[in-house]
């Protein structure tokens, strides 16, 4: 680990108390009314009707999976991608194999008709 | 040399000469001098760092404003400070008195901590951007050999403080905006980390300064042209710009996974949000517009202009254009993008194997 690394960690305390402060500047000054909406859920002004949690389709499903499968699959190419030209041509070709299979997959998934939006 | 062991060493100078240097308790070789003058050095520029992005927001919005109003044919700002300049300060002060709800409903913790989630990785990212050489001097706050994909994988991770600020916000518009948050995500991260992949192949680096000066010659837009428009697209969706505005559409959604929040936390979203866009226009300068390479003037003017050029079309882009619907994004990211941005990948392959040193 190089010092400057530890610098980003330092990062990643520093900025959040930064807002921290902000917020709680903000949370200082704010006046305190408590009215009987005020902490009510907000919906334009008309109150609230039903319950947030009412049954909704996922209308995306199959694009989560295939989002995992390319994310992951192409997170496996970034070595490959910094040394390209010190491996050459025929480890090229592996990895056209390799993105025609995932790629294959997506094409089925589509002529199959799951790559649309629909409540499945 | 970096600009952190410049600031260090030169701390650490004024420390050695002011006899604030105890060998004695020296641990690991190194004398506690040189521990104090890291740490003061490492807190001073992430101070350093915040207000250069608060800088950047300050005079996006007002660009914004101004140039919002001009296409309405409005005024804009014109009270406070010449030209109405001073108008983001009034209303940082307005928002610091505002009440500070949390609405009985939501989940606390989690909605506490949607706005840390999207303003700490932008300001990370200010950090890691090269923003040029001066002599031997790098002005790059942090750099070591990853510092590309780092750069992108701070930038995806706002778009999670978003979902988890609508979820968390526990209202039916906050929590459709989550969705189509998470919809719109997954659409544009692929082609965006494909796009990346091939500029790492071009460079043959991981480093965004050797991506840098791997330019110096073909800026790499000329090879990657293909690449620049899939990265801009993205872009476009991760900004939650029109014509990708859809998790947050005012029109239909109140105002997504914002709904529930007012106050000075919204003006963190809001300020994360052109801060991002700041530094996405950073990032598709120094990868595709050889960031601050360039004839005649120093490296961090040219960086400076050619990321303003990007701000102001992003500005353009979003005053001009319409909404797209939620299924269209998806189909556009998926059936035209991701097969587009391998074929990007094998051409920019094709340069690195056949081209022969030209990059």
């Known amino acids: 680990m190089t010092p400057e690394l530890a610098a980003l960690a330092l990062a990643v305390i520093i900025v959040p108390i930064i807002i921290a402060i902000l917020l709680g500047t903000a949370h200082h000054f704010s006046p305190k009314s408590y009215g009987r909406y005020t902490h009510d859920t907000y919906e334009c002004g008309e109150v609230s009707v039903g319950d947030f949690q009412s049954p909704l389709p996922i209308q995306y499903y199959f694009f989560i999976m295939a989002f995992v499968v390319f994310d992951v699959d192409f997170v496996l190419l970034l070595p490959w991608a910094g040394s390209v030209r010190a491996l050459g041509a025929g480890i090229f070709l592996d990895v056209v194999l390799f993105i025609a299979v995932l790629l294959g997959g997506l094409f089925y998934a589509s002529k199959k008709g799951y790559m649309r939006w629909s409540s499945v | ?359």
Do not use: C
């Open chain 2, 1 to 359: 040399m970096n600009l952190f062991f410049f600031l260090m060493s030169i701390l650490y100078g004024i420390l050695k000469f002011l006899h604030i240097d105890f060998v004695p308790f020296a641990s690991h070789g190194y004398p506690i001098g040189l521990w104090i003058a890291y740490l003061i050095v490492a807190v001073v520029e992430v101070i350093l760092v915040f207000a250069l992005a608060m800088l950047v927001v300050v005079i996006l919005v007002y660009v914004f404003r101004k140039y919002m109003a001009d296409v309405q044919n409005r005024i804009g700002p014109n009270r406070l400070g010449p030209w109405g300049s001073l108008q983001l300060i009034a209303d940082v002060f307005k928002l610091i008195q505002k009440q500070d709800i949390i609405p009985t409903a939501a989940d606390k913790t989690a909605y506490r901590v949607a706005p840390y989630l999207v303003f700490t990785p932008v300001v990370i990212g200010f950090m890691i951007i090269p923003f040029g050489n001066v002599s031997l001097l790098n002005l790059m706050v942090i750099n070591f050999n990853y510092t590309i994909l780092f750069l992108v994988a701070t930038m995806i991770i706002s778009p999670i403080g978003e979902i988890i600020g609508g979820l968390a916000s526990h209202n039916k518009y906050g929590m459709l905006g989550a969705l189509r948050a998470a919809a719109q995500d997954m659409s544009y991260e692929v082609p965006m980390l494909i796009s990346l992949i091939s500029v790492i192949i071009l460079a043959g680096s991981f480093n965004a300064q050797d991506i840098v000066i791997a330019q110096r010659h073909i800026p790499f837009v000329v090879p990657e042209f293909l690449g620049f428009i899939i990265f801009f697209l993205a872009v476009l969706g991760k900004q939650v710009f029109p014509p990708f505005d859809l998790p947050e559409s005012a029109s239909e959604l109140v105002s997504g996974y914002t709904t529930e929040y007012s106050g000075m936390r919204y003006g963190i979203f809001y300020m994360g949000g052109f801060a991002g866009t700041a530094l996405a226009s950073l990032v598709i300068a120094t990868i595709y517009f050889g960031g601050w390479e360039g004839p005649i003037f120093p490296g961090t003017i040219w960086l400076i202009i050619k990321a303003g050029v990007f701000m102001l079309i992003f500005l353009l882009i979003q005053v001009s254009v319409f909404r797209v619907r939620v299924d269209q994004f998806l189909n556009m990211g998926w059936k035209y993008l991701l097969p587009l941005s391998i074929v990007n990948l094998f051409i920019s392959v094709g340069f690195a194997l056949f081209a022969g040193g030209v990059f």
